[in-house]
């Protein structure tokens, strides 16, 4: 079995040399477009689940290109009843060309064994390998497009397309348009149709039905990679594409999503219903195939019309989809729905003049007025002989649910009859009880769907008795609170409803819009989260959550959130949290997945993502009320001690590196470093850590005089507050003064006073070294003056106020002097340590760790001293030294890190510490310093890339015990932004693992013992937690894929190490400069 295994896998290796061989010459063919397969067709998908359509005819022929060259190219050719296509080998899932057979206009046997077929605007010529095969494929072509034909012309409407081609009157394209896509030169021109995605070279190849292959959506899933770019993965292939804007990319991606969607959904529900015959055609246009229905109205919709009954809102039209609603329709209700479109317009169109028809083809205009006349005024209903006598109705009503009468019901109902009526018998109040007591469960059913309970109805006036709208209370998903003036009113509100529907509501006075808000709100929300309302908040409404590391399937939860105020009531809870979150430890965004992750204290709570416009709304309102660095200090994301996350950073870093730097604070650092760096920390000062680096005091030092100088109003609350501050400096006694300071400092907003004592307590302990950075108060207060007060060096009393503010900090800010001492002998006692560190003349204690060069053998060893400090790369270039290797231009050296049997290995990161590692070494590992021959390969493939993210299939197996062989199988693996995620299948919305991108450790290589299918492998380590750590194997089909994995693998550890947002724009080029200097080039000796 395993030997089999073995040797079919290598010939297969061969095949892909082949493959690759061919392409390289296909460059001549200029009449098809080359979409390499990462994957070629294998055994364990059976083609079964590819080709719905089943292939009529395939084989080897030979083509020509179309310039008139005698090239001939071998193709694999198929033809099913609607395309003919070809491919590159029979092993290929996408054709070079697909040829609608309805756009074929002949086929002509042309000389010896070769045969032409003609389209509109092009003729492809095949030859075969004798006139016999020649003669079975002309002949079975010509019999295919005459069945086509026929079959097309007997039903017009016919339910089949041909390539989006609009021939069968019915147009199933979702959307089309150009788009880039990844390796190829020119533009795509993409058709969504049905369930497949079609390429064109251009529009016109399009219309003229010849086009480069299809993908069949069923297999794909559809992510957006970036600001433009979103992927279409499908097993065999990862498609990348670009848009010309975000929105662009948003409107393909839904239409895609919805594409596969379409593709995955049951016909079950719809079959049954199309069972009766009046149900295959629109109630409202006769379009064929209708798949969407109104329950409460009974009629059949196709896909228009259930737009526009949409429109009118659910209190007048259900809308569910036959396919996509699959839990709406119960026995019962299918039931009710065999009555049959002709039956029920027999009520509902039994006087409509036939000028007013609506056809599949009206346009939207026509179909709205259509729609709305037929269902909201009712003008072609057959009028109920007791129509406009109200109780007689709902007595007539009270006594047909007791039969199996629906149509009856149905008509008296919609010709006014109560669905809520008293039925004067307190046993049996309401006509659905009385069908219930009878057994009627279809009028049970239709009755179901036409009561109304719970709702907020609209009117069009106070005067009007019907009402023109309304909503289901329990459908409402969040209210939403609109700032005055939004929409043009003084005042309104949102409502969002569970079929993605906004309501907007308006109103100019304040009082009555605050009135229904508080009604609306307490409707709303259950019982127990009436605290969620009772405050000003912006929006209220129940989301999905997940808590902690629990895989539990999502749990319901109702929050309200205003400015950075979130309240939250969990699934089971008894009371209302109360989060602030400026100061939650972090707010991720998972980009793919929509959701969004807070971790709040020891607690993380993830809120699963939505696509209905209400949860982008909150998104974007957890986003705002988390901290803008952008905003006013009050605005910033804040410590607990409500001081500004980028304030307390920047302090803490000086205080740690560079309380000795000599002139602090007054040096300047490197303009495009602070900026760079403001620019981080404004975007997620909680993301950003400060690593320390050569003379980045300075850049910090000045990134924080910047913010005070730039932030909103400034410490001192804006112009007019600071002027008191100013003038109490001409105050002569100095006791006056602080006693004036103190009583400012106790007017300032919360933020603004604890920010400013921090600035204080920190610019205290940095004139404590005035020795060694001979930064003074005075100094400090000329820099720091202007600063806080956001002026221009001129006035002398900013940094007046300033230098007191130092001189008298205890008394002014009221310290505890314990508590103080503590915190200056904390800082004296680090200087002191440095200043050690520097008598000495040398880092930190040499040790002697030991190295190979090129491999562990005998003779290859060094003993290196090296300290603490030394990095991965420092260490090449000591062994490089001592050996007298010269540097080669190309020559890549790293530091590996090498288990004993060599069988997988792991380059350090060049700013890796040396010793760490080596001392972390367990008893079976090694440091080798190697030449990495990977390296150029992968800087060639980052140096094409636009984002750092890789998506596709992989071998994978689990460390599971210490048990032999393991079993590989094939996982979709999604490397981006933070994270490795592994998938079951392609489909599946849940990563079964996922690790941080922190804590992946990616070794080349794979353990013998587990026999890889492959000699490409990595072998990941996940280290979640000191004694959880995971090892995954994951094997790559060819050594490109490795590298290609490698190559993302670095770069989002090198983003990840310099604390950057790999969202952002830009990352890549940073990442390879970063990696371009990872490896040890000449530069380095
Ligand atoms: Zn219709």
Request: proline share 3%.
């Amino acid at each position: 079995m395993q030997n089999c295994f073995r040797s079919q896998f290598s010939v297969e290796e061969v095949e892909c040399e082949d493959i690759e061989a061919s392409r390289r010459t296909s460059s001549v063919d200029e009449d098809s477009i080359d979409l390499a397969c990462t994957l070629s067709r294998s055994n364990d998908l059976g083609d079964s689940d590819l080709h719905h359509t089943p292939v009529i005819k395939m084989g080897w022929l030979d083509k020509t290109p179309p310039q008139g060259s005698l090239i001939f190219q071998k193709r694999w050719v198929m033809l099913d009843a609607q395309y003919l296509r070809y491919f590159q080998n029979e092993k290929e899932v996408y054709s070079k060309r697909i040829i609608a057979i309805l756009s074929v206009t002949e086929v002509l046997n042309v000389g010896e064994q070769k045969f032409e077929v003609v389209t509109r605007n092009r003729t492809f010529l095949f030859r075969a390998e004798n006139n016999t095969v020649r003669e079975e494929w002309v002949s079975v072509l010509k019999e295919t497009i005459q069945q086509r034909r026929s079959s097309m012309e007997m039903s017009l409407m016919n339910f089949s397309f041909t390539s989006g081609q609009r021939d069968s009157g019915v147009s199933l394209i979702s959307k089309q348009g150009y788009l880039e896509m990844n390796g190829l030169r020119s533009k795509v021109y993409v058709v969504i149709c049905a369930d497949r995605v079609f390429l064109y070279g251009n529009a016109e190849e399009h219309s003229q039905g010849v086009g480069i292959t299809y993908i069949e959506m069923n297999v794909g899933t559809v992510k957006s990679t970036d600001k433009r770019s979103f992927n279409l993965t499908t097993f065999y292939r990862t498609f990348s594409f670009l848009a010309e804007s975000a929105q662009q990319r948003d409107q393909w991606v839904e239409a895609l999503q919805d594409c596969v969607s379409r593709s995955l959904s049951s016909d079950v529900v719809a079959q049954k219903i199309w069972a009766v015959e009046a149900n295959q055609r629109c109630a409202d246009c006769g379009a064929p195939h209708p798949d969407w229905a109104s329950v409460n109205l009974c009629v059949v919709l196709c896909k228009c019309c259930a737009g526009v009954h949409r429109g009118l809102g659910q209190s007048v039209s259900k809308v569910r989809s036959l396919r996509m609603d699959e839990k709406v329709w119960t026995d019962n209700l299918i039931q009710v729905f065999l009555l049959g479109n002709n039956r029920v317009n027999l009520f509902w169109a039994a006087n409509m003049p036939p000028s007013e028809a609506l056809h599949p083809s009206s346009d939207s205009e026509k179909r709205q007025r259509f729609v709305s006349a037929k269902y909201c005024q009712g003008k072609y209903r057959r009028y109920h002989a007791l129509f406009g006598q109200q109780e007689a109705l709902n007595k007539a009503l009270c006594s047909t649910v007791q039969t199996d009468d629906v149509l009856e019901t149905l008509s008296l109902v919609f010709c006014g009859a109560d669905v809520n009526c008293y039925t004067g018998d307190p046993e049996l109040p309401s006509p659905v009880s009385v069908a219930q007591h009878y057994g009627q469960i279809l009028q049970v059913e239709f009755l179901t769907h036409n009561h109304n309970t719970g709702n907020f109805s609209y009117y069009e006036s106070e005067k009007s008795s019907s009402q023109s709208g309304g909503l289901k209370m329990s459908d409402v998903l969040c209210l939403l609170v609109n700032p005055p003036g939004k929409h043009g009113y003084a005042h309104s509100f949102e409502l969002y409803h569970d079929s993605g529907r906004v309501y907007l509501f308006g109103e100019d006075s304040s009082d009555k819009v605050k009135g229904w808000i508080k009604a609306i709100a307490k409707a709303l929300v259950p019982s127990a989260a009436e605290d969620l309302v009772c405050w000003p908040f912006e929006r209220v409404g129940r989301l999905r959550y997940t808590e902690g590391q629990s895989h539990h399937s999502p749990l319901l939860g109702w929050f309200s959130l205003g400015g950075s105020r979130l309240l939250l009531l969990l699934h089971g809870a008894d009371r209302v949290e109360n989060i602030d979150l400026r100061k939650i430890k972090e707010l991720s965004m998972e980009l793919e997945a929509g959701a969004v992750v807070l971790v709040d204290g020891g607690r993380s709570l993830r809120v699963e993502g939505d696509r209905r416009p209400d949860f982008q709304g909150w998104l974007s309102g957890l986003q705002q009320g988390s901290g803008r660095g952008d905003g006013p200090l009050d605005q910033q994301q804040l410590t607990d001690t409500d001081v500004p996350v980028i304030v307390d950073r920047c302090m803490s870093y000086i205080t740690q590196h560079g309380l000795k730097s000599e002139g602090i604070y007054r040096r300047c650092g490197v303009n495009s470093k602070i900026a760079a760096l403001l620019f981080f920390l404004r975007h997620d000062a909680r993301q950003v850590r400060l690593i320390e680096e050569e003379r980045q005091v300075d850049d910090v030092a000045n990134v924080l005089k910047r913010f005070l100088r730039e932030v909103g109003e400034g410490v001192f609350n804006g112009h007019q507050a600071s002027l008191p501050w100013l003038h109490t400096t001409t105050i002569s006694e100095m006791s006056e003064r602080v006693s004036q300071y103190q009583a400012l400092l106790h007017s300032l907003p919360r933020v603004n006073r604890a920010t400013l004592g921090a600035v204080i307590n920190h610019l205290y302990c940095v004139q404590c070294f005035a020795d060694e950075n001979q930064m003074n108060m005075h100094n400090l207060a000329i820099v720091f003056g202007p600063t806080l007060f956001q002026m221009d060096g001129t006035d002398n009393s900013a940094g007046q106020v300033v230098e007191d503010l130092i001189q008298n900090y205890q008394d002014i800010f009221n310290v505890d002097a314990e508590q103080f001492q503590r915190q200056l002998d904390m800082i004296s006692h680090v200087i002191k340590a440095q200043k050690e560190h520097t008598k000495e003349g040398s880092p930190s204690p040499l040790t002697i760790c030991g190295v190979y060069l090129e491999r562990k053998e005998e003779g290859s060893e060094l003993l290196v001293q090296i300290s603490q400090e030394v990095s991965a790369e420092e260490l090449v270039c000591k062994v490089l030294r001592r050996r007298n290797i010269p540097p080669q231009q190309g020559d890549y050296w790293s530091c590996f890190l090498v288990d004993d049997n060599q069988e997988i290995e792991r380059p350090l990161h060049y700013q890796e510490r040396a010793l760490t590692i080596y001392f972390s070494l367990g008893k079976d590992c090694h440091l080798v310093v190697k030449k990495n021959c990977y390296m150029e390969a992968i800087l060639t493939y980052i140096a094409g890339r636009v984002d750092v993210s890789r998506n596709g299939l992989i071998k994978f197996c689990e460390e599971k015990g210490q048990r032999g062989k393991g079993t590989f199988s094939r996982r979709l693996c999604v490397l981006s932004g933070l994270s490795l995620r592994l998938y079951k299948e392609v489909k599946s919305s849940q990563p079964e693992r996922e690790c941080p991108v922190h804590a992946l450790k990616v070794y080349c290589g794979i353990k013998r013992k587990l026999q890889p299918p492959s000699c490409w492998g990595m072998t990941v380590l996940c280290e979640k937690a000191v004694r959880d750590t995971q090892q995954w194997y994951l094997c790559c089909e060819s050594k490109n894929e490795l590298i290609e994995w490698l190559a993302t693998f670095m770069s989002l550890q090198v983003l990840e190490r310099e604390g950057r947002e790999v969202e952002l724009t830009g990352p890549v080029l940073d990442a390879r400069g970063q990696l371009a200097g990872c490896p040890v080039g000449s530069t380095c000796l």
